[in-house]
């Protein structure tokens, strides 16, 4: 007997931006059954179900009333245009609050935090929506833990992101978390983007001043991720990035959001992730392969960051 269908709904209203709808689609509504079998099912949800233009002169066939997306088990509430941003359609807020209760996943790309907040779900909670309505959400929502630099937020079974790009960066974590990293990674490789930015980096990066070259960042992390399994320390990608310690790890935190060993232990975990997932090599080889050392160290990293041991996550992922 075949497992069942993941549903994703989307929440269609009128004169929606274009891009942030778009993503969804391309990462749940193409059908990827060679990668994991099934792959999601997409389906869309709008006040009154019918045909509804978006911006850009596009239009988007939405067949499911609101009421539906209490069925779904994700529920992803795109930007919105901004009358209904800043006053939620009633109906919306009231089919968000029936999903969450029924304790479906809420994900909000952009201003679809709007709704989340006026809903009430994101009281005490941490969220983010694009840097640009900073001022504008914590004005109207003071109750939410507003954090404007990050890409997306987790909380619970309650996601949020910034706007356009980080809808890709929010909708491969949720595959990631689904079907595991090599899936995500393969979703991203046919998608043509990076396979994976920490929620935690900031939406924007302050220009590092008068840089020695325009990638010497970029070709040192590059540097870095072909020798995980070798010793790695801050003055070896500072040597590469041809910078001083001190610029270079300043440069990088303005850049990636977070220090330099914090991303290395990262790049070694997710590629942890991967050979746990494709490969049938032993934790100790894996820890080596890692550059850990020793199986100790891997699963004390991979359980910080991922919260399992590397036994149970093979067990949940390996293909």
């Known amino acids: 007997m075949s497992a069942a269908r993941h549903i994703v709904g989307v929440a269609v209203t009128p004169d929606m ?9 391309e990462v749940f509504g193409i059908d990827r059954a060679d990668l994991a079998d099934p792959w999601y099912e997409l389906r869309f949800a709008a006040s009154n179900p019918g045909r509804h233009a978006a911006r850009s002169g596009l239009s988007v066939d939405a067949p499911h009333p609101l009421s539906s997306l209490a069925d779904a088990d994700t529920v992803i509430l795109p930007a919105f245009a901004r009358a ?11 089919a968000v609050r029936a ?23 994101l009281d005490g909670r941490r969220a983010t929506t694009h840097w640009m309505n900073a001022f504008d959400f914590t004005q109207r929502y003071p109750q939410v833990t507003f954090d404007p630099d990050v890409l997306y937020t987790e909380e619970g079974n309650i996601f949020t992101s910034a706007g356009t790009g980080a809808a890709i960066d929010l909708c491969l974590h949720l595959v990631r978390l689904d079907h595991g990293a090599a899936v995500a990674n393969e979703v991203a490789r046919r998608m043509v983007v990076p396979p994976h930015r920490d929620g935690g980096q900031s939406q924007f990066a302050t220009p590092p001043p008068r840089p020695r070259t325009p990638d010497s960042l970029g070709g040192a992390l590059d540097w870095a991720r072909r020798r995980l399994d070798q010793p790695l320390t801050v003055a070896d990608l500072a040597r590469e990035a041809r910078l001083s310690q001190r610029t270079f790890a300043r440069r990088f935190r303005e850049s990636v959001g977070t220090s330099p060993l914090q991303w290395l232990v990262g790049q070694r975990v997710r590629l942890a992730q991967e050979l746990l997932e494709t490969t049938d090599d032993s934790i100790e080889r894996i820890a080596h392969r890692t550059g850990f050392g020793t199986p100790a160290n891997l699963r004390t990293h991979f359980a910080r960051q991922t919260s399992v041991t590397p036994t149970t996550y093979r067990q949940v992922f390996h293909r």
């Open 84 to 94: 209904r941003q800043v006053e939620p359609p009633p109906e919306m807020v009231a």
């Open 17 to 25: 931006p274009v891009f942030e709808l778009a993503v969804p689609c």
């Open 99 to 121: 999903a969450h209760a029924r304790g479906r996943r809420i994900v909000a790309i952009c201003t679809g935090s709007y709704v989340l907040a006026a809903a009430g779900l």
